[in-house]
């Protein structure tokens, strides 16, 4: 029996062809892609960095934990190992779990919930079931990762339809969009695969790795910006674009003015 930290020991294997570029590195361009979230992680936090020195734990913890996404990622593409599988699923999960705990908004709360400190619970208990979960059916976990998102565009929808500011709006309508892009990618990686072997292209999954990415530096200040509304209320949350509003692609994040408006 092979061991768990094996090269190949995963029932899971996307499309591109293993070790064609490499005799370490078993996929080469989904390997290389999760560059992106190292990019991530640095940027989200110096642009926001207002909002960091408001709620620097949260932010950091976030930031961090992003950065180990990229990691085993990285880990998994170049092993394909059983081990960098779970690591690569298990960090996802608990990214989402620590920014659940950290920014869902209280007025969403069960109603047995006195405070932010039972959810906080809730959350992590729901978190430690889920990963011992994982271990039953460790090829299912990706679909289910993918489908927590269907629940963030409707706590989305939710928050938008109480704000008139038209950037956030647009900010938010430029995040689905890439997040529709890295999921398409990501499901004909995974349904399509012969017909982009025959053509010689295997590359979708290296391309979900850039896409989420792209959709997560929109969604992160769009979480912040709800949260400030709720937690910061001296605060009025306002968006700026890096480098500058007239680039075709931007990249937004949060400041802070006072005395705060109701959006």
Same mark, same amino acid.
């Given at each position: 029996?092979?061991?768990?930290?094996?090269?190949?020991s995963?029932?899971?294997?996307?499309c @591109?062809?293993?070790?064609?570029?490499?005799?370490?590195?078993? @996929?080469?361009?989904?390997?290389?892609?999760?560059?992106?979230?190292f990019i991530?992680s640095?940027?989200?936090?110096?642009?926001?960095?207002?909002?960091?020195?408001q709620?620097?734990?949260?932010?950091?913890?976030?930031?961090?934990?992003?950065?180990?996404?990229?990691?085993?990622?990285?880990?998994?593409?170049?092993?394909?190992s059983?081990?960098?599988?779970?690591?690569? @699923?298990?960090?996802?999960?608990?990214t989402?779990?620590?920014?659940?705990?950290?920014?869902?908004?209280?007025?969403?709360?069960p109603?047995?919930?006195?405070g932010?400190k039972?959810?906080?619970?809730?959350?992590?208990?729901?978190t430690?079931?889920?990963t011992?979960?994982?271990?039953?059916?460790?090829?299912?976990n990706?679909?289910?990762?993918?489908?927590?998102?269907?629940?963030?565009?409707?706590?989305?929808?939710? @928050?938008?339809?109480?704000?008139?500011?038209?950037?956030?709006?647009?900010?938010?309508?430029?995040?689905?969009?890439?997040?529709?892009?890295?999921?398409s990618?990501?499901?004909?990686?995974?349904?399509?695969?012969?017909?982009?072997?025959?053509?010689?292209?295997?590359?979708?999954?290296?391309?979900?790795?850039?896409?989420?990415?792209?959709?997560?530096?929109?969604?992160?200040?769009?979480?912040?910006?709800?949260d400030?509304?709720?937690?910061?209320?001296?605060?009025?949350?306002?968006?700026?674009?890096?480098?500058?509003d007239?680039?075709?692609?931007?990249?937004p994040?949060i400041?802070?003015e006072?005395?705060?408006?109701?959006c």
């Open positions: 029996m092979p061991s768990i930290f094996s090269y190949q995963s029932e899971v294997d996307w @591109e062809s293993n070790f064609e570029r490499s005799t370490v590195i078993a @996929e080469y361009y989904n390997t290389i892609s999760n560059v992106s979230f991530l640095p940027v989200l936090l110096y642009l926001n960095r207002q909002y960091r020195q709620r620097a734990f949260a932010l950091y913890f976030v930031s961090g934990l992003l950065f180990c996404v990229g990691i085993f990622s990285t880990y998994f593409h170049m092993t394909l059983y081990v960098g599988q779970l690591l690569d @699923e298990l960090s996802i999960l608990w989402l779990a620590v920014a659940y705990a950290f920014w869902y908004p209280k007025v969403y709360f109603r047995l919930f006195a932010g039972h959810f906080f619970w809730l959350s992590g208990i729901t430690v079931i889920s011992l979960m994982s271990f039953i059916k460790p090829a299912f990706a679909y289910v990762l993918n489908c927590i998102a269907f629940h963030l565009l409707y706590l989305t929808r939710r @928050e938008l339809k109480k704000c008139n500011d038209k950037r956030v709006h647009r900010m938010a309508k430029v995040m689905v969009m890439w997040w529709v892009l890295a999921i990618s990501w499901l004909s990686d995974r349904w399509l695969c012969g017909l982009w072997q025959a053509i010689n292209f295997p590359y979708f999954h290296s391309f979900w790795h850039v896409l989420i990415a792209m959709s997560l530096l929109y969604c992160c200040p769009l979480v912040i910006y709800f400030i509304n709720y937690e910061m209320p001296m605060f009025k949350p306002k968006l700026g674009y890096w480098p500058s007239s680039w075709p692609v931007v990249v994040y400041i802070l006072e005395p705060h408006k109701q």
